[in-house]
């Protein structure tokens, strides 16, 4: 019965979408499949000049998300579709079991996440956890706390402002998936339904700049720590991420504050139902627990949710409405990993910025694990820009996606970079504040060492003993 409640929406909203979108679908196939007509069947992957023919398909996918906003569903799944259609006929390489599992059995990998491989335990865990965040912002909705919040928050700007610090600060130990969609629930309460864009794009900001100073607060600077990053070598992406607040809130809470102020005070007769804020509170440390342990936090979210059943009824249409934007991110998310990206340039702090900016539109989950292997980089500078960066568009992070769930609203491109603006320029003013004050500071992981890098090729092989603890780059071409 629960499965036909999920899928029959899914299921009228296809029948929808062909009765009243063939022409638009039907341009799309063509918008998708006009590069594979310029070649015929080879052994090479066809490009044109440089170019391989998966970047331009992978581009159309995004611009197709941008101008046709109210099916970025339907341009993600069909993109998605064309272009393992192409890897398949065109790419002599490409084995789609092992780009998904991997070559190791897949029952050792669940055994032992150090034996991981491609690209499964990533969608499984953006698939729980934006499904599972969907149930909590629910809960943690009827429980009544957001009710009671405007008692606390100051009725003008100002409250607007320090609601985005406190999702700034909830995300520096949860998910940001979580912090943004708690926020999200807060501002809907308090701001009565009235919610302006260009704050919407603020409470993804926040939560993504919470998380990219610490190694438990997004999925990149987790990756990072798990590769032998220290944490005190992500810490300083706070002195960025922490201008960046100060700007873009500023801004943003003036623009919620003329379009809907804060209500005057909280409903009167409101009572917290403390069982339900004790699922939330039981969901959000079972994430942190399945994190540090497994690597998979999503894990640790359903253990909380199932077991929070016997205490009270689980809102189990909240996954029907997230399931849609769910699949969406999850076919851009297998997109970007499809992309033959193998290899970046010299790790600068010019490449860090140019990297934020690409993640506003590629995921970067690849982009932290390509700096990864390459290694020499400034660790809490890229966590900030690969983190902070996809704030900048919607689709840019799995934050925005699950909030748009909320707003939808909020899905078109244009609007979001308009009444955003300040975000964008949040991020480079940051960004700013981070070199001039602390300089590029390359440091180690467990593939490179700055001194005698054991990787082949790399500029600082053989340059002497390897030292304890990480070196900074400068001090050694001083």
Known sequence: ????????????????????????????????????????????????GPVRIEFIIFGLILLGVALFHKQTFWVAVIGLTVLLTFKFIFDPGFHFFEHLFGTTPIGEQLMDKELRQGEWGIILNLLGLLLGFALLSKIFEESGVPDILPKFLPNDWKGAFLLLVFIFILSSF??????????????????????????????????????????????TTTMMWIDGVSPLNVLHAYVASGVALLFFAWFASRQQDNYQ?????????????????????????????????????????????????????IPWKEVSGALKGTIFLLCLVTCASLMPVEELPNASWVTAFFLGCLSAVFDNIPLTKLCLDQGHYDWGMLAYTVGFG??????????????????????????????????????????????????????????????????????????GEAEAGSVSYLELVK
């Open 390 to 463: 996809g704030s900048m568009i919607w689709f840019g992070s799995s934050a925005g996606v699950a909030i748009t769930n909320k707003f939808p609203e909020a899905r078109n491109v244009v609007k979001w970079v308009k009444n955003g603006w300040h975000v964008a320029a949040a991020y480079v003013i940051g960004f700013l504040a981070l070199y001039l004050l602390l300089g590029w500071e390359p440091a180690d992981n467990n593939e490179h060492k700055i001194i005698n890098c054991p990787v082949p090729g790399c500029p600082m092989a053989g340059q």
């Open 174 to 219: 949860l998910d940001n998936i979580a912090a943004a969609l708690i926020g999200g629930t807060i501002a809907l309460v308090v701001f009565k339904n009235k919610v302006h864009i260009g704050y919407i794009a603020a409470i993804v900001a926040a939560s993504n700049a919470g998380g990219s100073g610490s190694v438990v607060g997004d999925t």
């Open 1 to 48: 019965m629960a499965a036909k409640v999920i899928t029959d929406p899914i299921m009228n909203s296809m029948q929808n979408f062909f009765n009243h979108n063939s022409k638009k679908l039907f341009l799309l196939l063509l918008i998708f499949l006009a590069p594979l007509s310029l070649f015929g069947a080879s052994g090479e992957v066809p490009s044109i």
């Open 261 to 313: 102020r804060i209500q005057m005070s909280a409903t009167s007769d409101v009572k917290i139902d403390w069982i339900k804020l004790l699922i939330v509170l039981l969901i959000l440390i079972g994430a942190i627990i399945s994190n540090f342990l497994y690597d998979m936090p999503a894990l640790g979210v359903w253990i909380a949710i199932l077991t929070g059943a016997i205490l009270r009824p």
